[in-house]
Protein backbone atom coordinates (compact mmCIF):
# COMPACT_ATOMS: atom_id res chain seq x y z
CA UNK A 1 0.00 0.00 0.00
CA UNK A 2 1.12 3.74 -0.61
CA UNK A 3 0.96 5.44 2.74
CA UNK A 4 2.36 8.72 1.54
CA UNK A 5 1.33 10.81 -1.25
CA UNK A 6 3.89 10.92 -4.04
CA UNK A 7 5.30 13.57 -5.98
CA UNK A 8 3.31 14.52 -8.61
CA UNK A 9 4.81 12.72 -12.22
CA UNK A 10 4.42 14.76 -15.54
CA UNK A 11 2.99 11.83 -16.99
CA UNK A 12 0.92 8.56 -15.90
CA UNK A 13 0.94 5.96 -18.22
CA UNK A 14 -1.60 3.22 -17.72
CA UNK A 15 -1.92 -0.46 -17.93
CA UNK A 16 -5.51 -1.70 -19.38
CA UNK A 17 -6.51 -5.13 -18.36
CA UNK A 18 -6.54 -5.88 -14.50
CA UNK A 19 -5.68 -1.63 -14.17
CA UNK A 20 -8.37 0.52 -15.11
CA UNK A 21 -10.65 -2.44 -16.31
CA UNK A 22 -11.30 -5.76 -15.17
CA UNK A 23 -9.70 -8.74 -16.79
CA UNK A 24 -13.21 -10.37 -17.10
CA UNK A 25 -14.27 -6.86 -19.58
CA UNK A 26 -11.63 -7.99 -21.62
CA UNK A 27 -12.12 -11.84 -21.62
CA UNK A 28 -15.64 -11.91 -21.49
CA UNK A 29 -16.54 -8.99 -23.38
CA UNK A 30 -14.06 -8.46 -25.63
CA UNK A 31 -12.28 -11.97 -26.47
CA UNK A 32 -15.54 -13.52 -26.95
CA UNK A 33 -16.44 -10.79 -29.83
CA UNK A 34 -13.60 -11.36 -31.82
CA UNK A 35 -13.14 -15.22 -31.19
CA UNK A 36 -16.61 -15.90 -33.76
CA UNK A 37 -15.44 -13.00 -35.91
CA UNK A 38 -11.90 -14.08 -36.37
CA UNK A 39 -12.17 -16.39 -39.66
CA UNK A 40 -14.41 -14.18 -41.50
CA UNK A 41 -12.64 -11.01 -40.72
CA UNK A 42 -9.07 -12.66 -42.35
CA UNK A 43 -11.13 -13.87 -44.98
CA UNK A 44 -12.87 -11.24 -46.67
CA UNK A 45 -9.69 -8.55 -45.75
CA UNK A 46 -7.08 -10.41 -48.11
CA UNK A 47 -5.69 -7.57 -49.04
CA UNK A 48 -5.39 -5.75 -45.85
CA UNK A 49 -1.62 -5.16 -45.36
CA UNK A 50 -2.07 -5.10 -41.44
CA UNK A 51 -4.43 -8.48 -42.01
CA UNK A 52 -1.78 -10.49 -43.98
CA UNK A 53 0.99 -9.58 -41.45
CA UNK A 54 -0.72 -10.70 -39.00
CA UNK A 55 -1.81 -14.10 -40.70
CA UNK A 56 1.76 -14.44 -41.61
CA UNK A 57 3.35 -13.85 -38.10
CA UNK A 58 0.73 -16.27 -36.80
CA UNK A 59 2.40 -18.98 -39.13
CA UNK A 60 5.44 -18.14 -38.42
CA UNK A 61 5.11 -17.95 -34.41
CA UNK A 62 2.67 -21.18 -34.60
CA UNK A 63 5.70 -23.33 -36.78
CA UNK A 64 2.76 -23.50 -39.68
CA UNK A 65 3.62 -23.82 -43.09
CA UNK A 66 2.88 -20.65 -45.55
CA UNK A 67 0.00 -23.14 -46.56
CA UNK A 68 -2.03 -23.30 -43.66
CA UNK A 69 -5.48 -22.48 -44.24
CA UNK A 70 -7.57 -20.20 -42.40
CA UNK A 71 -8.94 -22.43 -40.56
CA UNK A 72 -5.67 -23.16 -38.61
CA UNK A 73 -4.19 -20.08 -38.29
CA UNK A 74 -7.68 -19.18 -36.21
CA UNK A 75 -7.44 -22.31 -34.15
CA UNK A 76 -3.77 -21.06 -33.13
CA UNK A 77 -5.56 -17.58 -32.49
CA UNK A 78 -7.96 -19.07 -30.64
CA UNK A 79 -5.75 -21.07 -28.20
CA UNK A 80 -3.77 -17.67 -27.83
CA UNK A 81 -6.92 -16.02 -26.50
CA UNK A 82 -8.16 -19.24 -24.14
CA UNK A 83 -4.71 -19.34 -22.65
CA UNK A 84 -4.64 -15.41 -22.61
CA UNK A 85 -0.92 -15.08 -24.82
CA UNK A 86 -0.59 -11.68 -25.54
CA UNK A 87 0.82 -12.38 -29.27
CA UNK A 88 1.11 -8.91 -31.40
CA UNK A 89 -0.46 -10.62 -34.43
CA UNK A 90 -3.34 -11.99 -32.66
CA UNK A 91 -3.75 -8.34 -30.84
CA UNK A 92 -3.36 -6.70 -34.11
CA UNK A 93 -6.45 -8.68 -35.84
CA UNK A 94 -8.58 -8.55 -32.76
CA UNK A 95 -8.09 -5.01 -32.20
CA UNK A 96 -9.81 -4.60 -35.99
CA UNK A 97 -12.41 -6.11 -34.91
CA UNK A 98 -13.09 -4.78 -31.62
CA UNK A 99 -12.39 -1.09 -33.39
CA UNK A 100 -15.25 -1.65 -35.84
CA UNK A 101 -17.07 -3.24 -33.14
CA UNK A 102 -17.25 -0.55 -30.90
CA UNK A 103 -18.02 1.91 -34.20
CA UNK A 104 -20.82 -0.38 -34.79
CA UNK A 105 -21.64 0.31 -31.07
CA UNK A 106 -21.48 -3.65 -30.23
CA UNK A 107 -19.21 -2.83 -27.55
CA UNK A 108 -18.93 -0.87 -24.88
CA UNK A 109 -15.67 -0.59 -22.28
CA UNK A 110 -15.64 -1.09 -18.82
CA UNK A 111 -13.49 0.76 -16.25
CA UNK A 112 -13.69 0.16 -12.27
CA UNK A 113 -15.62 3.21 -10.57
CA UNK A 114 -12.61 4.69 -9.01
CA UNK A 115 -10.92 5.14 -12.55
CA UNK A 116 -12.96 7.42 -14.20
CA UNK A 117 -12.86 10.03 -11.52
CA UNK A 118 -9.19 9.81 -11.16
CA UNK A 119 -8.01 10.32 -14.53
CA UNK A 120 -10.26 13.53 -14.67
CA UNK A 121 -8.94 15.08 -11.41
CA UNK A 122 -5.09 14.11 -12.27
CA UNK A 123 -5.56 15.50 -15.53
CA UNK A 124 -7.38 18.65 -14.44
CA UNK A 125 -4.07 18.99 -12.04
CA UNK A 126 -1.79 18.92 -14.81
CA UNK A 127 -1.22 15.35 -14.87
CA UNK A 128 -0.65 14.20 -18.29
CA UNK A 129 -1.99 10.77 -19.37
CA UNK A 130 -1.14 8.18 -21.44
CA UNK A 131 -1.61 4.54 -22.21
CA UNK A 132 0.87 1.11 -22.67
CA UNK A 133 -1.28 -2.05 -23.28
CA UNK A 134 -0.53 -5.17 -24.83
CA UNK A 135 -3.83 -4.43 -26.78
CA UNK A 136 -3.19 -2.61 -30.26
CA UNK A 137 -3.37 1.19 -29.98
CA UNK A 138 -6.09 0.80 -32.90
CA UNK A 139 -8.46 -0.91 -29.77
CA UNK A 140 -7.33 1.17 -27.10
CA UNK A 141 -8.27 4.63 -28.66
CA UNK A 142 -12.52 3.26 -28.94
CA UNK A 143 -11.61 1.32 -25.75
CA UNK A 144 -11.30 4.91 -24.07
CA UNK A 145 -13.71 6.51 -26.85
CA UNK A 146 -16.70 4.40 -25.44
CA UNK A 147 -16.68 4.07 -21.83
CA UNK A 148 -19.57 3.09 -19.53
CA UNK A 149 -18.39 6.26 -17.76
CA UNK A 150 -18.52 8.45 -20.95
CA UNK A 151 -15.05 9.17 -23.31
CA UNK A 152 -12.52 8.97 -21.15
CA UNK A 153 -10.17 9.44 -24.68
CA UNK A 154 -10.46 13.36 -24.24
CA UNK A 155 -8.01 12.44 -21.61
CA UNK A 156 -5.46 10.37 -23.09
CA UNK A 157 -2.28 11.95 -25.26
CA UNK A 158 -0.71 9.10 -25.81
CA UNK A 159 -1.02 5.63 -26.91
CA UNK A 160 1.56 2.81 -26.61
CA UNK A 161 1.56 -1.01 -27.65
CA UNK A 162 4.04 -3.68 -28.59
CA UNK A 163 4.34 -2.25 -32.32
CA UNK A 164 5.34 1.16 -31.55
CA UNK A 165 6.95 0.50 -27.97
CA UNK A 166 7.71 -3.06 -27.70
CA UNK A 167 7.29 -5.74 -25.44
CA UNK A 168 5.75 -4.91 -22.03
CA UNK A 169 8.44 -6.86 -19.75
CA UNK A 170 11.39 -5.45 -21.23
CA UNK A 171 12.81 -2.23 -20.22
CA UNK A 172 13.92 -0.98 -24.01
CA UNK A 173 10.34 -0.08 -24.40
CA UNK A 174 10.05 2.14 -21.69
CA UNK A 175 12.80 3.75 -22.87
CA UNK A 176 11.51 3.99 -26.29
CA UNK A 177 8.16 5.86 -24.49
CA UNK A 178 9.92 7.97 -22.22
CA UNK A 179 11.61 9.43 -25.29
CA UNK A 180 8.58 9.47 -27.43
CA UNK A 181 6.94 11.45 -24.41
CA UNK A 182 10.12 14.03 -24.27
CA UNK A 183 10.23 13.00 -20.13
CA UNK A 184 12.97 11.57 -17.96
CA UNK A 185 11.75 8.73 -16.62
CA UNK A 186 11.86 9.91 -13.23
CA UNK A 187 8.79 12.31 -13.77
CA UNK A 188 6.93 8.93 -15.72
CA UNK A 189 4.82 6.78 -13.45
CA UNK A 190 3.45 3.30 -14.53
CA UNK A 191 0.06 1.75 -13.05
CA UNK A 192 0.11 -2.09 -13.70
CA UNK A 193 -1.18 -5.33 -12.21
CA UNK A 194 1.75 -7.38 -13.37
CA UNK A 195 4.86 -7.06 -11.19
CA UNK A 196 7.40 -8.10 -14.43
CA UNK A 197 6.21 -5.22 -16.43
CA UNK A 198 6.82 -2.72 -13.27
CA UNK A 199 10.36 -3.91 -13.02
CA UNK A 200 10.70 -3.80 -16.79
CA UNK A 201 9.44 0.27 -16.51
CA UNK A 202 11.37 0.44 -13.18
CA UNK A 203 14.75 -0.79 -14.51
CA UNK A 204 14.41 1.91 -17.05
CA UNK A 205 14.27 4.42 -14.06
CA UNK A 206 10.31 4.88 -14.15
CA UNK A 207 8.10 5.23 -11.36
CA UNK A 208 5.86 2.51 -10.27
CA UNK A 209 2.74 1.57 -9.18
CA UNK A 210 1.44 -1.84 -8.89
CA UNK A 211 -2.11 -1.89 -8.80
CA UNK A 212 -4.03 -5.44 -6.94
CA UNK A 213 -7.74 -5.12 -7.11
CA UNK A 214 -9.65 -7.12 -5.10
CA UNK A 215 -11.06 -10.23 -7.38
CA UNK A 216 -8.14 -9.88 -9.95
CA UNK A 217 -5.63 -12.06 -11.02
CA UNK A 218 -3.24 -9.40 -9.52
CA UNK A 219 -5.32 -9.42 -5.91
CA UNK A 220 -2.14 -11.31 -4.33
CA UNK A 221 0.66 -11.56 -6.69
CA UNK A 222 4.15 -10.36 -5.44
CA UNK A 223 4.91 -7.09 -6.02
CA UNK A 224 8.47 -7.14 -4.48
CA UNK A 225 9.22 -3.18 -4.05
CA UNK A 226 6.92 -1.70 -5.97
CA UNK A 227 4.41 0.17 -3.98
CA UNK A 228 0.83 -0.93 -4.86
CA UNK A 229 -2.82 0.23 -4.48
CA UNK A 230 -6.04 -1.53 -4.63
CA UNK A 231 -7.59 1.72 -6.05
CA UNK A 232 -6.86 4.42 -7.71
CA UNK A 233 -8.25 6.73 -4.76
CA UNK A 234 -4.86 5.94 -2.58
CA UNK A 235 -2.71 7.51 -5.27
CA UNK A 236 -2.80 10.84 -4.41
CA UNK A 237 0.43 13.80 -4.87
CA UNK A 238 2.34 16.44 -3.69
CA UNK A 239 3.70 19.17 -5.89
CA UNK A 240 7.38 18.79 -6.51
C1 LIG B 1 -8.90 -2.36 -25.49
S1 LIG B 1 -7.34 -2.83 -25.19
C2 LIG B 1 -7.49 -4.56 -25.29
C3 LIG B 1 -7.07 -5.23 -24.10
C4 LIG B 1 -6.20 -6.39 -24.44
O1 LIG B 1 -6.36 -7.01 -25.47
C5 LIG B 1 -5.16 -6.77 -23.55
O2 LIG B 1 -4.48 -7.76 -23.81
C6 LIG B 1 -4.89 -5.95 -22.37
O3 LIG B 1 -3.67 -6.29 -21.78
P1 LIG B 1 -2.91 -5.26 -20.83
O4 LIG B 1 -1.53 -5.20 -21.38
O5 LIG B 1 -3.63 -3.96 -20.84
O6 LIG B 1 -2.94 -5.90 -19.48
MG1 LIG C 1 -2.58 -5.63 -17.30
Known amino acids: MTDMAETKPAWIVLDIEGTTSSTSSVHVGLYDYARPRLAVWIDTHPDDPEVQDAVAQTRAEAGLPES ?44 FPDVPPALRSWHSGGVRLAVFSSGSVKSQQPWFRHSDAGDLAILIEQ ?61 NADFGAHPTVASFDELTFKES
Open 68 to 111: ASTDEVVQVLHDWMDGDVKATPLKSLQGQIWAAGFAEGDLIAHF
Open 159 to 219: YFDTVNAGPKREAVSYHRIAGALGCAGDRLLFLSDVPAELDAASQAGWGTTGVRRPGEPSQ
